[in-house]
């Protein structure tokens, strides 16, 4: 996936599908993004942040 996380609101909702289609240990997700979108405050260090606190999934930062 690319440029889904610029929309703040939108982030838990994105976890939460992502969640609905993979399993922690049956799936992968690459996603491509700015780490801060300017204006609308979103972007891969808040998506990781909550990824992250939920603590199922692993996070791979590369």
Known sequence: MAETVY???ALPHLY????KCITP???VVYMAAKKH???VG?????FLSIVEKDG??????M
């Open 7 to 9: 929309s703040i609101s």
């Open 16 to 19: 939460e599908l992502i969640k």
């Open 25 to 27: 240990s049956h799936g």
């Open 37 to 39: 979108y300017f204006g």
């Open 42 to 46: 979103g972007g891969t260090r808040r």
């Open 56 to 61: 199922i999934l692993e996070v791979l930062k």
